[in-house]
């Protein structure tokens, strides 16, 4: 066989044997995107056992939540061992928050440090939030360090990651650590949060808009946020919103649904999610006396 034949065959038969692990790659990431769990185990399960990273990234969020799988924070804490030993950052960051909370493995901060340390440098950007909270209070072992928290916040930042951009509007709000004090600049990272479907980040901004903070006083836009957020999971926000829609025309709680749906159908949910991003936010926190917005 002449080389040109050669090689024409040997790239049909790569051809061949890749395109299935492809498609199969493909069905089971838009079925995991569109909540079909179950059709997803069954297509990335087989890959994450073949030593796909990233298929292995995604089963073990499937365990840890959950999801088209009974919830096993043991199992899906083996399958991130398995990612992180072929250096994916998002296992790295999984076994970081294991060993913070203590959850399936003794609660250590130093081998919490070490593989944030090691996502981080992959570019993981809930690790670097992680080692930006650890530096700028100097809490969970490590000692204080200003410059370098804030440098990995803004490595966060830079990602466009939804914790990171309302973690930075708080302190720019504020001028802490530093920082210029900006209301108006706090407010536009808190859109680039809400528009990622990040609910403490809506309810900040629709609290922004009830007050006026930064931007101009808007209770229609205020309360609009409330309800996005409120779909999200966010106590505070259902509880800002409900006095609102019961002292209000049918007319006005129409606007703001409509609002709402518009909203909701330009930006569609993503699936994915990791242990990092599930914490307690006190945007969100039910509040004793949730008082109606006034107009």
């Not at 203590?102 to 950007?125: C, M, S, T, Y």
């Not at 479907?197 to 629709?206: E, K, N, S, T, V």
């Amino acid at each position: 066989m002449d080389f040109p034949r050669a090689l024409a065959v040997a790239l049909l038969a790569l051809t061949v044997s890749v395109s299935p692990v492809l498609a199969s790659w493909e069905h089971g990431l838009a079925e995991y995107e569109a909540g079909q769990f179950e059709a997803a185990l069954s297509h990335l399960l087989p890959l994450a056992e073949a030593e796909d990273v990233r298929a292995q990234e995604i089963v073990a969020d499937m365990y840890f939540f959950g999801q088209g799988a009974r919830q096993d924070s043991l199992e899906g804490l083996r399958w991130s061992r398995r990612a992180a030993a072929l250096g994916s950052g998002e296992a790295e960051n999984d076994l970081g928050v294991a060993y913070a909370l203590g959850d399936q493995v003794e609660q250590d901060d130093a081998e919490a440090l070490r593989w944030f340390l090691k996502a981080a440098a992959h570019g993981n950007p809930k690790a670097q939030i992680s080692l930006a909270k650890r530096y700028l209070y100097g809490v969970d072992g490590v000692e204080r360090d200003v410059p370098l928290g804030l440098r990995y916040l803004d490595a966060a930042v830079s990602s466009d990651h939804p914790r990171a951009l309302t973690s930075l509007a708080k302190l720019t709000e504020q001028g802490e650590f530093g920082l210029r004090a900006d209301r108006r600049e706090a407010v536009r990272l808190l859109e680039r949060a809400a528009e990622q479907r990040f609910a403490p980040a809506q309810m900040d901004l629709g609290f922004h808009y009830a007050m006026g903070i930064g931007v101009r006083r808007d209770p229609t836009r205020a309360i609009t946020w409330f309800m996005i957020a409120a779909n999200g999971g966010c106590i505070r926000a259902a509880q800002m919103a409900e006095p609102w829609v019961a002292g209000h025309t049918d007319k006005a709680v129409e606007t703001v649904r409509r609002l709402v749906a518009e909203w909701e159908a330009a930006h569609p949910p993503r699936q994915r999610r990791n242990a990092n991003d599930l914490g307690p936010d006190s945007s969100c926190a039910p509040i004793a006396r949730p008082g109606a917005l006034k107009t």
